[in-house]
T-cell receptor, first 112, second 114 residues
């Protein structure tokens, strides 16, 4: 079963638009949720979320976690063509199953 | 500088051959992971290891093997039993649970079966 589900899988917008990417998860011993941006090779880190309701912000990007409803969103405002990438969500658990599971990713394309 | 190094960047393999992908980290991280990424898709977990001499299968472990003889190293062998090995392979490591920092990735190895 999928532990981490991202939606949408693909998204095409125009520069200046605002986008919201979703990540829902189902794990037993939640530790943290991470967002990464992957343009070509290695994913680059965006945010780590461990507490509900606390927004993390970096420039035009922001993210928030809801541990009750088991999801996180990643917002990008005033999108630019350089935001085009695959956005990956991962969940790390505590305990015996201490793995790091990724969702399928959202491929964002920002057109000029 | 601290980081994760994967080698080689590109690898070609003939069908029926085993091949080993290298992953080394000097971050003193306990946990290490191997993922496979197919074009346009997310990362699927192959194997992970929390401590030396211990590792667990991920979602797609069939046809792969790993070892963790040293904390710094987590090599992945793609065996001839893996039916569709052509993919991009990423190695990652993460710190102990008491340190809430992100996982780090290597630059990946692109494996092509010819």
């Amino acid at each position: 079963e999928d532990k981490v589900v991202q939606s949408p899988l693909s998204l095409v917008v125009h520069e200046g638009d605002t986008v919201t990417l979703n990540c829902s998860y189902e794990v037993t011993n939640f530790r943290s949720l991470l967002w990464y941006k992957q343009e070509k090779k290695a994913p680059t880190f965006l945010f780590m979320l461990t507490s509900s309701g606390i927004e993390k912000k970096s420039g035009r990007l922001s993210s928030i976690l809801d541990k009750k409803e088991l999801f996180s969103i990643l917002n990008i405002t005033a999108t630019q063509t350089g935001d085009s990438a695959i956005y990956l969500c991962a969940v790390i658990e505590y305990g015996d199953n201490n793995d790091m599971r990724f969702g399928a990713g959202t491929r964002l394309t920002v057109k000029p | 500088d601290g980081g994760i190094t994967q080698s080689p960047k590109y690898l070609f393999r003939k069908e029926g051959q085993n091949v080993t992908l290298s992953c080394e980290q000097n971050l003193n991280h306990d946990a290490m992971y191997w993922y496979r990424q197919d074009p346009g898709q997310g990362l699927r977990l192959i194997y992970y290891s929390q401590i030396v001499n211990d590792f667990q299968k991920g979602d797609i472990a069939e046809g792969y093997s790993v070892s963790r003889e040293k904390k710094e190293s987590f090599p992945l062998t793609v065996t001839s039993a893996q039916k569709n090995p052509t993919a991009f392979y990423l190695c990652a490591s993460s710190p102990p649970p008491f340190r809430d920092t992100e996982a780090f990735f290597g630059q990946g190895t692109r494996l092509t079966v010819v």
